[in-house]
């Protein structure tokens, strides 16, 4: 029998195991039922999945041109992307405390790359760049961004993290080619098909495959590192298969894995501080400035916060009430990165999904976002090295992960009428349109209609009022600049 303490009773709770050394108790990592090994390790896998942004990032922006007909270079893209990434995933490990890593946000890149920047200079999208995060750290200081999002009914949340895991899951399968848009041409209806024809063709794909179902028994195993040794592998394994058979380098996508030349590269500060804070209102007019900056905050400001609860509720981060611990710190570094992403000129930086594979790897503290903050900033040096891993070795991850979030549906009220459709939408909305504003939006618009109409506003709150308005103009934007005369 258990003897009991002569102060203790049969109710107390059991004692929190004691911290290790300095960096264990900062980062509460015993606290949390974590080790160093496992922040280490989730904290690599992590920057392993979402690598690519280095190279995705630089594509995108570096496609587009500015009002004078300039655009940006891809050595200073790569840097500016890289430094972003590295400073803010550290700031978010040492303040939010969180297994949550930044980077420049791609629900956004496109905004500020083809519908921001044609209108003025790329110091002036920038410019606006930087006030979007400034708009959203004083949402954060004041305690508003926190609550709204606390006002959100947690089967929305939850709908969230669903909608997401199917997202993240079609963001893998797009990125290896295993799922492909049906060409226009085709006269069909159907959107999307099986590999580049109908079929999965090339070694490529095979490759995806092999590494997705390796990385699926190692998991189901419960071998530690699964994800990470099933991403080195596939990488290890597409180098040879590259060198041996020579395959076409469309089939690899945009990162064809040769072994590089050089392992090191000169970094190209030449973004950094290019900004011009209100030029952008004089270039494209107050007005289209303005809606330019409202577009800008609202994309941030919901898709991190959908990105921060599912990814800490897979990292049992939330209380009962689906409240994440140290929201407002996560939320106050969060806005910095868009800040930073200004001033750096790699475009605002956010919470990435990808960090749900460093979860899945056991990261639970904030030590597993400085071990990637510090790889992110490594990759100025060693860009060509981080340019091997091809998108058929890293996608398996978002796969995985993506199928492991949707056992979150398990949670949702079903039986309740009132979140049915609501939920629904939310999950539907998500992949369909590449968009986590847009699934929120619907959610949150149908949820309030709901109970309008059976006369129970009142459980609804001011807020969520507010917020169903704001979406309502966010998806009629197209009407409401052309009732100012804005093209």
């Given at each position: 029998m258990t003897q009991l303490r002569p102060d203790s009773t049969d109710t107390d709770p059991a004692p929190e195991p004691e911290p290790r050394s300095p960096i264990d108790?900062?980062?509460?990592?015993?606290?949390?039922?974590s080790s160093m090994s496992r922040e280490v390790r989730g904290g690599i896998t992590t920057f392993v999945a979402m690598s690519y942004i280095v190279l995705l990032n630089?594509?995108?922006?570096?496609?587009?041109?500015?009002?004078?007909?300039?655009?940006?270079?891809?050595?200073?893209?790569?840097?500016?992307?890289?430094?972003?990434?590295?400073?803010?995933?550290?700031?978010?490990?040492?303040?939010?405390?969180?297994?949550?890593?930044?980077?420049?946000?791609?629900?956004?890149?496109?905004?500020?790359?083809?519908?921001?920047?044609?209108?003025?200079?790329?110091?002036?999208?920038?410019?606006?760049?930087?006030?979007?995060?400034?708009?959203?750290?004083?949402?954060?200081?004041?305690?508003?961004?926190?609550?709204?999002?606390?006002?959100?009914?947690?089967?929305?949340?939850?709908?969230?993290?669903?909608?997401?895991?199917?997202?993240?899951?079609?963001?893998?399968?797009?990125?290896?080619?295993?799922?492909?848009?049906?060409?226009?041409?085709?006269?069909?209806?159907?959107?999307?098909?099986?590999?580049?024809?109908?079929?999965?063709?090339?070694?490529?794909?095979?490759?995806?495959?092999?590494?997705?179902?390796?990385?699926?028994?190692?998991?189901?195993?419960?071998?530690?590192?699964?994800?990470?040794?099933?991403?080195?592998?596939?990488?290890?394994?597409?180098?040879?298969?590259?060198?041996?058979?020579?395959?076409?380098?469309?089939?690899?996508?945009?990162?064809?894995?040769?072994?590089?030349?050089?392992?090191?590269?000169?970094?190209?500060?030449?973004?950094?501080?290019?900004?011009?804070?209100?030029?952008?209102?004089?270039?494209?007019?107050?007005?289209?400035?303005?809606?330019?900056?409202?577009?800008?905050?609202?994309?941030?400001?919901?898709?991190?916060?959908?990105?921060?609860?599912?990814?800490?509720?897979?990292?049992?981060?939330?209380?009962?009430?689906?409240?994440?611990?140290?929201?407002?710190?996560?939320?106050?570094?969060?806005?910095?990165?868009?800040?930073?992403?200004?001033?750096?000129?790699?475009?605002?930086?956010?919470?990435?999904?990808?960090?749900?594979?460093?979860?899945?790897?056991?990261?639970?503290?904030?030590?597993?976002?400085?071990?990637?903050?510090?790889?992110?900033?490594?990759?100025?040096?060693?860009?060509?090295?981080?340019?091997?891993?091809?998108?058929?070795?890293?996608?398996?991850?978002?796969?995985?992960?993506?199928?492991?979030?949707?056992?979150?549906?398990?949670?949702?009220?079903?039986?309740?009428?009132?979140?049915?459709?609501?939920?629904?939408?939310?999950?539907?909305?998500?992949?369909?349109?590449?968009?986590?504003?847009?699934?929120?939006?619907?959610?949150?618009?149908?949820?309030?209609?709901?109970?309008?109409?059976?006369?129970?506003?009142?459980?609804?709150?001011?807020?969520?009022?507010?917020?169903?308005?704001?979406?309502?103009?966010?998806?009629?934007?197209?009407?409401?600049?052309?009732?100012?005369?804005?093209?």
């Amino acid at each position: 029998m258990t003897q009991l303490r002569p102060d203790s009773t049969d109710t107390d709770p059991a004692p929190e195991p004691e911290p290790r050394s300095p960096i264990d108790r900062y980062f509460r990592i015993t606290r949390r039922g974590s080790s160093m090994s496992r922040e280490v390790r989730g904290g690599i896998t992590t920057f392993v999945a979402m690598s690519y942004i280095v190279l995705l990032n630089p594509l995108i922006l570096g496609s587009s041109e500015d009002i004078t007909g300039a655009s940006l270079s891809n050595t200073e893209l790569t840097t500016a992307t890289a430094l972003c990434a590295g400073l803010m995933t550290v700031l978010m490990g040492v303040v939010g405390n969180a297994p949550l890593a930044m980077a420049a946000g791609l629900g956004v890149i496109p905004v500020v790359a083809f519908t921001v920047a044609p209108e003025m200079t790329w110091a002036q999208a920038m410019g606006l760049v930087v006030l979007e995060g400034v708009c959203i750290v004083l949402m954060a200081i004041s305690g508003v961004r926190e609550r709204i999002i606390n006002s959100i009914p947690p089967a929305l949340k939850t709908a969230l993290t669903v909608g997401i895991g199917l997202y993240i899951a079609l963001v893998g399968l797009v990125s290896a080619g295993f799922v492909t848009r049906q060409p226009d041409a085709a006269n069909t209806d159907v959107p999307v098909q099986l590999g580049p024809s109908g079929h999965l063709v090339g070694w490529p794909l095979g490759l995806f495959c092999l590494t997705l179902l390796l990385m699926v028994v190692l998991v189901a195993r419960k071998v530690p590192g699964a994800i990470l040794i099933s991403i080195v592998t596939g990488t290890l394994l597409s180098v040879l298969v590259n060198a041996v058979f020579d395959v076409p380098a469309e089939q690899w996508g945009r990162t064809t894995p040769d072994l590089p030349s050089s392992l090191v590269a000169t970094p190209d500060f030449g973004l950094f501080g290019n900004i011009d804070l209100f030029g952008g209102f004089v270039n494209a007019g107050v007005i289209a400035a303005v809606v330019f900056l409202f577009t800008l905050v609202l994309s941030g400001f919901f898709d991190a916060m959908g990105t921060i609860t599912s990814v800490s509720s897979e990292a049992g981060l939330t209380s009962s009430e689906g409240k994440v611990q140290g929201m407002g710190r996560i939320l106050l570094v969060d806005g910095i990165g868009a800040v930073g992403g200004g001033v750096t000129g790699s475009s605002p930086n956010t919470v990435f999904l990808e960090s749900a594979a460093g979860v899945a790897e056991g990261a639970r503290t904030g030590l597993a976002s400085v071990v990637t903050g510090v790889l992110f900033a490594a990759t100025m040096l060693f860009t060509p090295l981080a340019a091997v891993v091809p998108a058929q070795a890293a996608a398996p991850a978002l796969v995985l992960v993506g199928g492991m979030m949707m056992a979150q549906v398990r949670n949702i009220p079903w039986h309740d009428e009132d979140f049915v459709i609501p939920v629904f939408l939310t999950v539907a909305i998500i992949p369909f349109t590449y968009s986590i504003t847009n699934g929120v939006g619907a959610g949150l618009i149908s949820y309030c209609a709901i109970k309008i109409c059976k006369g129970r506003a009142k459980e609804i709150g001011w807020l969520l009022s507010v917020l169903s308005l704001i979406f309502a103009i966010y998806f009629g934007i197209e009407g409401v600049k052309a009732v100012f005369g804005v093209s």
